[in-house]
């Protein structure tokens, strides 16, 4: 168990700077460590020649020891999109910022625990079929005092209820959690554009306000801070509900550079942790390209003329207004499928009931996860990109890692 009422503050290569939600300090069950045979972690596989540790900038006061190799969590299916298993380390290819590096070794997701984040929408519309499928989910991949998982809300009209997120390993337990869980409450979200048109007195306009708040503590943060508060071996993986629409980038530069600013900070800080972000995205019927939002409004003409005069003019802005409103959230789905799959997961957008192909597609890549290791190549900056394929499977894997430079003698 793990208290949010604390506050502490993390930086990781200063991609997050804020306040996350802290964690006190557990006593580990012995009979829930990880035996020595369980090989890898988001930071240290345990059957390494050596130890490897991903360093995380501004946490102490000296560089710590560099890491000889680094440890990425991949997902590989096959042409139906079943696990794709028995993967060898010679079907794989690692571009490090585009020079070929070799595997040193793979690890089998069987043999290592799944550390879990689900996290829920508060969006009354949907909130029973989260529910739902997230109870499938963790039906289907968390293994009883193997895996463990905590479950969270995020946004709603009123802020969550507890002081604590728990890690739980049991199945039926988590279940019970989610069936639990308010529909109106939630941690605050990082993502909250939003645009308000109303109707103005003066001819009959129309004027648009747009907004993103988005300050303080987030959900993100409980989440990564719960995720790094465990240093077991494990995979490490979130899967989210999400809308596009809170995600969009809006219409001005302003608000383009405030979104593209979390949205980096969010998707770093889980490449830093190695954690996959697997996305469940809620379709809005209103900006499906089909519906007409401008049915039942009654456009009345103010004055004379050929194109009906106010009327026309309102709903001509109307129209512009639709078709930028649609653009908008084409580019906030863009955004949520980049925080899937720049961290190494995926995002399905479903319209089925419960969500069961999201469900079953997110299980499957589960399923067929291997942590590999590989000695990364010098480079002059901490960013690398990474792109892992292979010959025998599809690969989804994060796309850029952080390696820093080694520390001055």
Not at 55 to 72: D, K, L, Q, T, Y
Request: glycine share 8%.
């Amino acid at each position: 168990m793990r208290s949010l009422a604390v506050l502490r503050t993390i930086v990781i290569f200063g991609l997050l700077t804020g306040i996350v939600l802290g964690q006190t300090a557990t006593t580990q069950d012995p009979a829930k460590e990880t035996p020595a045979s369980a090989t890898t972690s988001a930071n240290t596989p345990a059957n390494a020649a050596s130890a490897v540790s991903t360093p995380v900038a501004g946490s102490m006061p000296s560089a710590p020891p560099r890491s000889h190799f680094v440890p990425v969590l991949i997902s590989a299916t096959d042409s139906a999109g079943n696990p794709a298993l028995g993967l060898t380390k010679e079907q794989l290819t690692i571009m490090d910022a585009n020079h070929a590096v070799e595997p040193l070794k793979i690890f089998k997701a069987a043999d290592i625990p799944l550390h879990l984040a689900v996290v829920l929408l508060a969006a009354p519309g949907t909130f029973s079929q989260q529910q739902a499928a997230a109870i499938e989910l963790v039906q289907k991949v968390i293994r009883p005092k193997v895996d463990e998982a905590f479950v969270v809300t995020a946004r709603g009209k009123k802020p969550w209820p507890g002081e604590r997120l728990e890690w739980k390993q049991d199945p039926k337990e988590l279940v019970k959690a989610i069936q639990d869980l308010d529909r109106s409450a939630g941690l605050a979200d990082a993502f909250n554009f939003d645009l308000q048109t109303t109707e103005t007195t003066l001819n009959g306009g129309r004027a648009s306000v747009q907004t993103f708040a988005g300050s303080g503590p987030s959900v993100f943060d409980a989440v990564y801070a719960m995720m790094n508060s465990d240093p077991r071996p494990a995979r490490r993986v979130v899967v989210i509900f999400r809308e596009a629409w809170p995600h969009s980038p809006g219409f001005g530069q302003q608000l383009n550079t405030i979104v593209e600013s979390k949205l980096t900070d969010v998707i770093g800080v889980a490449q830093e942790l190695h954690i996959a972000t697997f996305v469940i995205g809620l379709e809005d019927p209103k900006f499906n390209g089909i519906t007409d939002n401008n049915l039942g409004k009654i456009y009345v003409s103010l004055s004379a003329g050929a194109e009906g005069g106010g009327g026309a003019g309102a709903r001509a802005y109307d129209e512009r207004l639709e078709r930028a409103k649609l653009r908008a959230y084409e580019a906030g789905k863009t955004n949520v499928q980049r925080l899937a799959a720049e961290t190494g997961g995926e995002a399905f957008w479903s319209v089925k009931k419960n969500f069961p192909d999201a469900v079953n597609s997110i299980a499957n890549m589960i399923a067929g996860q291997y942590i590999v290791t590989f000695t990364p190549n010098e480079a002059p900056s901490p960013v690398h990109t990474l792109k892992v394929t292979s010959s025998a499977a599809r690969v989804s894997a994060q796309t850029t890692f952080f390696y820093g430079p080694p520390p001055a003698k």
